[in-house]
């Protein structure tokens, strides 16, 4: 698979530096035409799930082998393989029929990593939300797909990209909206992300990795592709709506993220938040595009393009970190974790590279592309529409508050599970991850460092590709001025550091005071619940907790003998958006089930009056 | 159209009347006895027009085919049918969800219907239209004898009713199918009718009697 997926990235970084099309054409086997071929907006994808999916299974080599028996492991690697292999396939599509073969192939094969993990109830019932959501969102893309026929008269990608410039407006806004939810629900934005925190934490976790880091992006890739490339554009509202569905995603995700302490949990939640920085800056693209402003969409598109790529990069970093604290601890509660930097330093390191890359930290490759959002939202102000004027550039409040928030939530992250004291025995007892694992995640903090401090050399192809996506005449300077400047800020803070650990002072080593009381015990340590309170407090209403106080015996209120508090998030959207909508799909099952009587009679007279209809609408007709 | 044609079209215009009242009776008829004696009747007359048709045609085939109608559905199934209800020692009244006066109104509607239906297409294959619309008919009347009545013996005759008219259709717009598709049909019908009197078998046995509409407690 190694040598499989490298062969993969050298022949993508090949066909990219010589920006020629490769193609592949076994439609002769095939009904259908099914065609591959690389476009740069492909090969962009093609590079990203190489470089990600490489770390990922070299981490793979040793975790699996710890984690499963021979038989499952061999199942493991041939999914996992068939997984990524279908992943390029989507991206490599250049037909319809190609892409949804692929796609389909894709979300069957993830599912199939997640049942090697365990198959009990509970997680075959979030794996059944997890498919059944999948395949809504699969069926949204083929009806986009069958929305293009009539127009197009051939489901290649060219003869769809001909007839997208001249489609009639009702046709183009119901592509969008299929596009949008399909790939949205795929993407995961909120609200159609009910599968992403249930899907994630049960798979084992490189495929989490690859699953949030990779297959996410597929979809957003998906977008972009209906979106940019075959609609070109649209009326603003598209643009508005893209907006609007980024920043609750981004906003509410994070906000989920903080109130979790199952770290794989958390780190879906902030997968969903990235997806919204992303939709955030897709959307601004959109806008800009309807008002005529290309090379301020070049901007946004670039920034979104290249967040997918950093997100692909630090969320599977974060996710194979998770891989290695579970291996060595076999948690992934916060609560349960602590002090683990003392035990597992590499992995602590490279965790906290991820941590600062996902806050878009400078010098980290979070940074770059969060900047080219904002900045593109700052130029939203030079545009002439009114709207437009006012709305963008109130948006980066948005992005400044998910970024805010997103710090505080790996300060906790880090903290709670990292410094301090361990807070169990599994903790206690950590030991470093074995060197595969070690090599997989410090390769990509690598890519999150490169990308962070010499951002010049991966903005130049993903500025000319979004520039070739959205028409714009020339390069955004916004590009050239950041490329510029990183690199002498690198050298700056390192010249610094360099400085400050030449004229530090002895270190003075004391006990920690304990308030006065006599020694340090992990229960003295802020939690991650009591970390996040304060947020959780500030905004209450989006989480309507069901707190419960108990007080035991109940006689004593000053003087219990135990008190035990919960508080549970509840999930309104299951209670408020989903339940109703099952509800009525099923009782509109149970009044079709009427037909189904169970008497021969009455099928044969559905027969017979389905022929008497027949013969009299052939009367009525001739 | 030639004069050959034209003659053969009229003979089957003239016993197309004998095929509704036939169909007719069927929708009235309380006895299941009656109801296969009809069949046989029917069965009857359609071998005759195959023999008229073979005539004017000049076709030695075509008399093959009304002698195995004969064989088969006049004098055959029938008698299977009455060995049948001796064995089955059934009650011999027809149940019927609609009743005869009802059957004979939706019958009489079924053959305006099969009129109305095949006036336009008549004209543009050279069939005489009363042959093709009382095919039709036969078909409509023979699903629906299987749709009101109770009894899987008289679902087996309606199917045969059906079927009869499948094969007058074919008759009228063909003038004759090869020898060897028509043998085929007939092994069709019988197989089929072995099936059917298996299971009415079986169907007794289970459940002591041949009232389908109890069959709705197998639904899961």
Known sequence: ?622 | MGILETTAGKVLSAYSVFLFLTVLAQAAARRFSTNVLLFSLQSAIIAIQVAVIGYHEKLVEAYVVAALIVLLKVVGIPYAFFRLIEKLQSPREVISATSAAESVFVAVGIICLSYAAVRSYASGVHAPEDSLAASVALILTGAFLMVSRRKALVQMIGLLVLENGIFLAALTTTFGMPLIIEIGIFFDVLIGLLLMGLFVFRIRDTFDHLDVSKLRKLRG
Not at chain 1, 149 to 169: E, Q
Not at chain 1, 178 to 202: E, Q, Y
Not at chain 1, 217 to 240: H, M, N, Q, T
């Open chain 1, 1 to 622: 698979m190694a040598v499989a997926t490298l062969a993969g990235c050298g022949a993508s970084g090949h066909s990219l530096l010589n920006s020629e099309v490769r193609k592949l054409n076994p439609s002769l086997l095939t009904p259908f035409p099914f065609t591959f071929s690389l476009d740069p907006l492909g090969l962009f994808f093609l590079i990203l799930i190489c470089t990600v999916s490489l770390p990922v299974a070299l981490f793979s080599v040793s975790y699996v082998k710890r984690h499963y028996s021979a038989a499952r492991q061999k199942w493991l690697w041939a999914l996992l393989f068939l997984f990524v292999t279908s992943m390029a396939g989507v991206v490599a599509a250049s037909s319809g029929f190609a892409f949804l073969v692929c796609w389909e192939i894709m979300s069957l094969a993830s599912a199939g990593l997640i049942l090697i993990e365990g198959s009990s109830g509970d997680r075959r019932h979030n794996l059944f939300i997890y498919l059944l959501m999948t395949h809504a969102a699969t069926a949204a893309v083929i009806a986009a797909f069958l929305v293009f026929l009539p127009h197009s008269h051939s489901l290649d990608f060219a003869a769809i990209r001909a007839a997208g410039a001249t489609l009639p407006p009702g046709v183009r806004i119901a592509l969008f909206l299929l596009a949008f939810a399909g790939f949205g629900t795929k993407a995961g934005i909120i609200p159609l992300h009910l599968w992403l925190p249930r899907a994630h934490p049960i798979a084992p976790s490189p495929v989490s990795a690859l699953m949030s880091g990779v297959m996410l992006k597929i979809a957003v890739y998906g977008f972009v592709r209906f979106a940019f490339d075959f609609l070109v554009g649209g009326p603003a509202w598209f643009g508005y709506l893209v907006l609007v569905a980024g920043a609750v995603s981004g906003l509410l995700g994070v906000l989920y993220a903080i109130a979790e302490h199952d770290l794989k949990r958390l780190l879906a939640y902030h997968s969903v938040e990235n997806i919204g920085i992303i939709y955030l800056g897709l959307g601004a693209s959109l806008v800009f595009m309807a008002h005529g402003a290309r090379v301020w969409a070049a901007l946004a598109l670039a920034g979104a393009l290249l967040h997918t790529l950093n997100h692909a990069l630090f969320k599977s970093l974060l996710f194979l970190g998770t891989g290695a604290i579970a291996d060595s601890t076999h948690t992934v509660d916060l609560e349960k974790l602590g002090g683990l930097q003392r035990r597992m330093p590499v992995t602590g390191a490279v965790f906290l590279i991820g941590c600062c890359s996902i806050i878009g930290l400078p010098l980290f490759n979070g940074f770059i592309s969060e900047w080219m959002i904002f900045r593109s939202f700052l130029g939203g102000s030079t545009l002439t529409n009114s709207i437009a004027q006012t709305l963008l550039p109130l948006i980066v409040g948005v992005l400044a508050l998910i970024g805010g928030l997103a710090a505080a939530c790996f300060v906790k992250v880090f903290g709670v599970a990292f410094l301090g004291r361990p807070r169990s025995q599994e903790a206690e007892h950590a030991s470093e991850a074995p060197l595969a694992m070690r090599a997989g995640m410090m390769l990509l903090a690598a890519g999150c460092m490169v990308i962070g401090i010499w951002p010049g050399a991966f903005l130049r192809p993903i500025v000319s590709l979004a520039q070739s996506l959205v028409g714009a005449p020339a390069a955004p300077p916004e590009t050239l001025l950041i490329a510029r400047v990183i690199p002498w800020v690198a050298a700056a803070f390192l010249a610094l550091l360099a400085v400050v650990s030449v004229l530090k002072r002895a270190k003075r080593q004391t006990p920690t005071w304990a308030c006065g009381l006599p020694g340090l015990t992990s229960r003295m340590q802020y939690t991650s619940t009591s970390f996040s309170k304060p947020i959780r407090f500030v905004f209450g209403r989006v989480y309507k907790a069901d707190r419960k106080l108990e007080v035991l015996p109940e006689d004593q209120p000053y003087f219990p003998a135990s008190i035990s508090y919960h508080s549970v998030r509840t999930t309104s959207y299951e209670r408020f958006l989903y339940r109703p909508f099952v509800d009525g799909v099923v009782a509109a099952a149970n009044q079709l089930r009427r037909l189904q009587t169970g008497n021969i009679q009455v099928y044969l007279l559905y027969i017979v009056m389905t022929l008497v209809s027949l013969l009299l609408y052939l009367r009525l007709a001739g």
